[in-house]
């Protein structure tokens, strides 16, 4: 009886294990299946600017104003200029609101130079870009692919992957930088309106402490982050968009998977750079 319970208690035991590594080994193959996806669709870019550049204009004014009766509402230029616009604003008055509490409200110019450009807009505009370019991507791509559209352009000679993938990735990295550009500008309306205009701050002593604290490289580095997240949110929405499988289900599973992924690209990429440029002297100094 004892044997017997022991060899079951082994058998159970190889069987857990023998289910991790074979989901251990799933998981590595699709992270293989992905790196490959990523390689194929960066080196098929100039093919895609030769051959599809009408697509890609195309695809420019569907991305940045969205399209039909979304065009006013819808478009990722809307989106992202009011999350950024309402971040900026709520981060003006949690900044006047904690200076205020140790008598030194006047630096809230600061406090919006310093946050802004460094973590709040680009954070916020990568999850505004997973939102709606990012997951519009993935759906238009999983239509494609369960509707076998993308299978017709193959039989048609046309390279499926190109004229999907590339042209979508190409018009997502020439739409983020004046994209990118409102967003940063927005953030700073919203904090200077709400410093001047809710709390009643000095527009000099506001003007004053933000020119003084904006520095111009955290600019550049805010703007080279935002462009690596973009690419990285194009590339993860457009493969899982391109790989789905199980009917309308499954590219609504499609997209979740791809927003979850991608958010994770950008809190990631966020992360890397902070420490990277950030993390030893942080590049400030407060003094006089």
Do not use: C, K
């Not at 993938?165 to 967003?183: D, E, F, H, K, N």
């Not at 919203?190 to 604290?213: I, M, N």
């Not at 703007?223 to 997240?229: A, C, G, K, P, S």
Request: no cysteine.
């Amino acid at each position: 009886m004892a044997l017997s319970l022991s060899a079951g208690t082994l058998s159970a035991g190889a069987l857990r294990t023998r289910r991790a590594a074979a989901r251990s080994s799933r998981s590595w193959n699709e992270l293989g299946d992905e790196t490959l996806f990523f390689v194929e669709a960066l080196s098929a870019i100039p093919y895609a600017i030769r051959r599809y550049r009408r697509e890609i204009i195309r695809l420019i004014a569907e991305i940045s104003l969205g399209s039909g009766a979304l065009a006013l509402i819808g478009g990722t230029v809307v989106i992202v200029g009011f999350l950024t616009l309402s971040s900026g604003g709520t981060i003006a008055i949690q900044g006047f609101s904690s200076l205020g509490n140790i008598g030194v409200q006047s630096l809230a110019g600061f406090f919006s130079a310093y946050v802004n450009v460094r973590i709040a807009v680009p954070v916020i505009s990568g999850i505004g870009l997973s939102a709606t370019l990012g997951a519009g991507s993935t759906a238009q791509l999983g239509a494609m692919r369960i509707s076998e559209e993308i299978d017709a352009l193959e039989a048609m000679a046309i390279r499926a992957l190109p004229y999907v993938v590339s042209t979508r990735v190409v018009a997502g990295m020439v739409t983020i930088v004046p994209l990118y550009s409102l967003a940063v500008l927005a953030a700073f309306v919203g904090g200077r309106a709400t410093t001047v205009w809710v709390f009643g701050q000095s527009p000099g002593l506001y003007d004053h402490y933000f020119s003084t604290f904006l520095i111009p490289s955290d600019v550049v580095w805010s703007y080279l982050q935002v462009i690596v997240m973009a690419l990285l949110v194009m590339l993860i929405h457009t493969y899982y968009g391109y790989t789905a499988t199980g009917g309308p289900a499954g590219v609504g599973r499609a997209v979740g998977n791809a927003v979850r992924t991608s958010l994770i690209a950008v809190v990631t990429v966020t992360m890397l750079v902070s420490l990277a440029v950030y993390g030893d002297t942080g590049n400030f100094n407060l003094a006089g």
